[in-house]
């Protein structure tokens, strides 16, 4: 019961962040009704439900008919599968630290699908996610470090900031050697980010499932024709992705990862 409620608090959620996505990038207030980009009538209650709604109306706007991108429903079952999974694996309620831990990661998934769709969309990660996903990841290390007995170098707070600064000089090195052709600024900030996520141990891993997803999208993308040789592709989504695997597989299958962990 525990993890559908998650799981639909997670299609809630996703069905926001496709608003936000949007709203992001035309600088919209996040207040008015959703309305359809194409003829821009607002949405009816009934025909804004997550998922349910995208099926009843054979993915096309009540009013114009014109098609319904299929970024909507993707994006809040995945969401909604994040959450469960989170709310699978995290949730202790007579624990404290258990409880700050799992608000935490629904802030980071949230902050990293935005991340990933917007970039997968304009080339482009936003600024204010990557200063909101920074903040929620060092408010909850430090409080995680407050809340936790031992020394400050053996705490979650100091492998972030290690994970957070070889994961970003990783990636700076790569936009220098490359002169931005390669990634760009943003993608260094991101791994700043994303190695606080994850770690320093488990920095590793989060490279090679990134790379190794983003290195096999790209073979298929030039074997079915979608991208050429010498085609950009956004790596930020890649990133996300293999940030919060890292995140969970970790969590779940602790034994697999001993390895990376000294």
Request: proline content about 4%; overall charge neutral; aromatic content about 16%.
């Amino acid at each position: 019961m525990l993890i559908f409620t998650f799981f639909f608090l997670g299609l809630i959620i996703g069905s926001f962040l496709n608003v936000l996505v949007y709203r992001l990038r035309d600088a919209e207030t996040l207040l008015g009704r959703s309305f359809c980009r194409h003829c821009k009538h607002q949405i009816r209650w009934y025909d804004n439900v997550p998922l349910i709604s995208f099926v009843l109306l054979r993915g096309t706007c009540r009013d114009c008919e014109t098609q319904i991108s299929w970024q909507y429903p993707v994006l809040e079952l995945f969401t909604g599968l994040m959450f469960a999974l989170a709310g699978y694996l995290f949730f202790t309620p007579d624990s404290v630290l258990s409880v700050i831990e799992l608000v935490w990661l629904l802030l980071i998934v949230s902050c990293l699908v935005v991340i990933a769709v917007y970039d997968l969309r304009h080339m482009e990660i936003p600024l204010s996610m990557l200063i909101a996903s920074a903040l929620f990841t060092y408010i909850f290390l430090i409080a995680a470090f407050v809340l936790s007995p031992g020394s400050f170098f053996d705490s979650r707070l100091w492998s972030g900031l290690l994970g957070g600064l070889a994961v970003s000089g990783f990636f700076f090195l790569l936009v220098w050697m490359s002169r931005e052709t390669w990634m760009g600024w943003g993608d260094v900030w991101l791994g700043f980010v994303a190695g606080a996520i994850v770690g320093l141990p488990l920095a590793l891993p989060m490279l090679t499932l990134s790379f190794g997803v983003g290195a096999v999208t790209g073979m298929l993308a030039i074997l079915y024709k979608k991208k050429g040789l010498k085609s950009q592709m956004p790596f930020a989504p890649f990133l996300a992705l293999g940030t919060l695997a890292t995140v969970f597989l970790a969590q779940a299958f602790p034994a697999f990862f001993q390895f990376f962990i000294l």
